[in-house]
Nanobody, 117 residues
Framework: QVQLVESGGGLVQPGGSLKLSCAAS????????VGWSRRIPGKERELIAT???????HFTQVAKGRTTISRDNAKNMVLQQVNNLGPENSAIYYC???????????WGKGTQVTVSS
Protein backbone atom coordinates (compact mmCIF):
# COMPACT_ATOMS: atom_id res chain seq x y z
CA GLN A 1 0.00 0.00 0.00
CA VAL A 2 1.30 3.43 -0.86
CA GLN A 3 2.42 5.85 1.85
CA LEU A 4 1.70 9.55 1.37
CA VAL A 5 3.33 12.61 2.90
CA GLU A 6 1.99 16.10 2.32
CA SER A 7 3.99 19.31 2.44
CA GLY A 8 3.71 22.94 1.46
CA GLY A 9 1.22 24.13 4.05
CA GLY A 10 1.75 27.11 6.26
CA LEU A 11 0.59 30.63 6.92
CA VAL A 12 -0.59 32.63 3.94
CA GLN A 13 -2.21 36.04 3.71
CA PRO A 14 -5.74 36.44 2.35
CA GLY A 15 -5.69 36.51 -1.41
CA GLY A 16 -2.50 34.49 -1.52
CA SER A 17 -1.70 31.14 -3.09
CA LEU A 18 -0.15 27.89 -2.03
CA LYS A 19 1.26 24.88 -3.83
CA LEU A 20 0.76 21.70 -1.85
CA SER A 21 2.77 18.59 -2.59
CA CYS A 22 2.20 14.96 -1.80
CA ALA A 23 5.09 12.53 -2.05
CA ALA A 24 4.34 8.85 -2.40
CA SER A 25 6.46 5.86 -1.46
CA UNK A 26 6.01 2.12 -1.35
CA UNK A 27 4.23 1.90 -4.68
CA UNK A 28 3.92 3.75 -7.96
CA UNK A 29 1.12 6.31 -8.18
CA UNK A 30 0.56 5.67 -11.85
CA UNK A 31 -2.00 2.96 -11.01
CA UNK A 32 -3.83 5.10 -8.44
CA UNK A 33 -6.59 7.62 -8.64
CA VAL A 34 -5.31 10.51 -6.51
CA GLY A 35 -7.00 13.40 -4.79
CA TRP A 36 -7.04 16.12 -2.18
CA SER A 37 -9.47 16.69 0.65
CA ARG A 38 -9.54 19.05 3.60
CA ARG A 39 -10.90 19.22 7.11
CA ILE A 40 -11.92 22.54 8.61
CA PRO A 41 -11.94 22.43 12.43
CA GLY A 42 -15.31 21.30 13.71
CA LYS A 43 -16.50 20.14 10.29
CA GLU A 44 -16.56 16.96 8.27
CA ARG A 45 -13.78 16.20 5.84
CA GLU A 46 -14.52 17.55 2.34
CA LEU A 47 -13.35 16.31 -1.01
CA ILE A 48 -11.68 18.99 -3.13
CA ALA A 49 -10.59 17.23 -6.30
CA THR A 50 -9.52 13.93 -7.79
CA UNK A 51 -7.38 13.02 -10.75
CA UNK A 52 -7.64 9.65 -12.45
CA UNK A 53 -4.89 7.58 -14.00
CA UNK A 54 -6.11 8.89 -17.35
CA UNK A 55 -5.77 12.49 -16.10
CA UNK A 56 -9.53 12.98 -15.84
CA UNK A 57 -10.14 15.76 -13.31
CA HIS A 58 -13.07 16.02 -10.95
CA PHE A 59 -13.61 19.12 -8.86
CA THR A 60 -16.18 19.66 -6.15
CA GLN A 61 -17.75 22.95 -5.10
CA VAL A 62 -15.02 23.23 -2.48
CA ALA A 63 -12.53 23.85 -5.28
CA LYS A 64 -14.63 26.78 -6.62
CA GLY A 65 -12.45 27.36 -9.64
CA ARG A 66 -9.40 28.32 -7.57
CA THR A 67 -7.79 24.89 -7.49
CA THR A 68 -5.69 22.86 -9.88
CA ILE A 69 -4.60 19.29 -9.34
CA SER A 70 -1.78 17.56 -11.14
CA ARG A 71 0.38 14.49 -10.89
CA ASP A 72 4.01 13.82 -11.67
CA ASN A 73 4.32 10.08 -12.09
CA ALA A 74 8.04 10.31 -12.71
CA LYS A 75 8.50 11.89 -9.27
CA ASN A 76 5.64 9.87 -7.76
CA MET A 77 3.94 13.03 -6.56
CA VAL A 78 0.56 14.73 -6.53
CA LEU A 79 0.28 18.51 -6.50
CA GLN A 80 -2.43 21.00 -5.69
CA GLN A 81 -2.29 24.70 -6.48
CA VAL A 82 -4.79 26.80 -4.56
CA ASN A 83 -5.25 30.47 -5.41
CA ASN A 84 -7.08 33.42 -3.91
CA LEU A 85 -7.24 31.92 -0.46
CA GLY A 86 -9.48 33.31 2.23
CA PRO A 87 -9.68 32.66 5.98
CA GLU A 88 -12.48 30.17 5.29
CA ASN A 89 -9.94 27.98 3.51
CA SER A 90 -7.91 27.44 6.68
CA ALA A 91 -7.87 23.68 7.16
CA ILE A 92 -5.77 20.56 7.21
CA TYR A 93 -5.29 19.43 3.63
CA TYR A 94 -4.95 15.73 2.94
CA CYS A 95 -3.67 13.81 -0.03
CA UNK A 96 -5.22 10.42 -0.80
CA UNK A 97 -4.90 7.64 -3.33
CA UNK A 98 -6.96 4.64 -4.41
CA UNK A 99 -5.93 1.74 -6.61
CA UNK A 100 -8.24 1.63 -9.59
CA UNK A 101 -10.94 -1.00 -9.11
CA UNK A 102 -10.72 -1.06 -5.32
CA UNK A 103 -12.35 0.85 -2.49
CA UNK A 104 -9.25 1.04 -0.33
CA UNK A 105 -7.91 4.55 0.22
CA UNK A 106 -4.49 5.54 1.46
CA TRP A 107 -4.26 8.86 3.26
CA GLY A 108 -1.47 11.15 4.27
CA LYS A 109 -1.37 12.79 7.70
CA GLY A 110 -2.17 16.19 6.25
CA THR A 111 -0.60 19.62 6.07
CA GLN A 112 -2.01 22.63 7.91
CA VAL A 113 -2.96 25.69 5.90
CA THR A 114 -3.77 28.87 7.81
CA VAL A 115 -5.02 31.94 5.98
CA SER A 116 -4.67 35.05 8.08
CA SER A 117 -3.34 38.56 7.94
Amino acid sequence: QVQLVESGGGLVQPGGSLKLSCAASGDSLDRYEVGWSRRIPGKERELIATLSTFYFEHFTQVAKGRTTISRDNAKNMVLQQVNNLGPENSAIYYCHARVIGTSVDSWGKGTQVTVSS
